[in-house]
């Protein structure tokens, strides 16, 4: 999985709770990105980070923030779960021009 | 409408069958095209990367791209069961990685 570690794998949270998603890179990748994967919809950009402190928004932000503090973690938040976050989230690594690799995803259930 | 489409399918065909498989997009922006492959509860996996127009061959994997008709395509010979999966076209206006995805394709490959 091109040393990519997403956790938790498995998470159900109540509504209106605050939760962080964890990806861990051992590839020294510049580039980190969350997507979120539902059905009818594929894979949609949340945000990604291009570096330390560097981040930018993709396509489906709203409700998430994210960090990076150091190069390998990529931290995904939901600062207050609602159910159409229900979801699963992958997280993906790269090195432009290289091509993205993904994790193995984490899958949430938001009740 | 969605800047990528992809039949969804699902796609059934006997083992050796030749598979065609196919995205179009309205986004003249794309420069970048993928297919990527995931397995039933795995992440997505690169197959095959394109850069602009053309063809590119990888194997029993043939990946074509018509950025006049807007039209992408990617081709697999003699088809296994292995090959079972979804098929997930993806698209890159910059490089970055910040990727458009169809919705994908269920393939069954039947021996």
């Known amino acids: 999985d091109a040393g990519i570690t997403q956790s938790p794998r498995h998470k159900v949270t109540e509504t209106g709770t605050p939760v962080t998603l964890r990806c861990h890179q051992t590839?020294?990748?510049?580039?980190m990105y969350w997507y979120r994967q539902d059905p009818g919809h594929g894979l949609r950009l949340i945000h990604y980070s291009y570096g330390v402190k560097d981040t930018d928004k993709g396509e489906v932000s709203d409700g998430y923030s994210v960090s990076r503090s150091k190069t390998e973690d990529f931290l995904l938040t939901l600062e207050s779960a609602t159910s159409s976050q229900t979801s699963v989230y992958f997280c993906?690594?790269?090195?432009?021009?290289?091509?993205?690799?993904f994790g193995q995803g984490t899958r949430l259930t938001v009740v | 409408q969605k800047e990528v489409e992809q039949d969804p399918g699902p796609l059934s065909v006997p083992e050796g069958a030749i598979v065609s498989l196919n995205c179009t997009y309205s986004?003249?922006?794309?420069?970048?095209f993928m297919w990527y492959r995931q397995y039933s509860r795995k992440g997505p996996e690169l197959l095959m990367y394109t850069y602009s127009s053309g063809n590119k061959e990888d194997g029993r994997f043939t990946a074509q791209v018509d950025k006049s008709s807007k039209y992408i395509s990617l081709f697999i010979r003699d088809s296994q069961p292995s090959d079972s999966a979804t098929y997930l076209c993806?698209?890159?206006?910059?490089?970055?990685?910040?990727?458009?995805f169809g919705t994908g394709t269920r393939l069954t490959v039947i021996p």
């Open positions: 993906a690594i790269s090195e432009p021009p290289e091509r993205a690799f």
């Open positions: 986004n003249s922006a794309f420069q970048y």
């Open positions: 590839e020294n990748h510049r580039y």
């Open positions: 993806a698209m890159d206006p910059t490089g970055a990685n910040n990727l458009f």
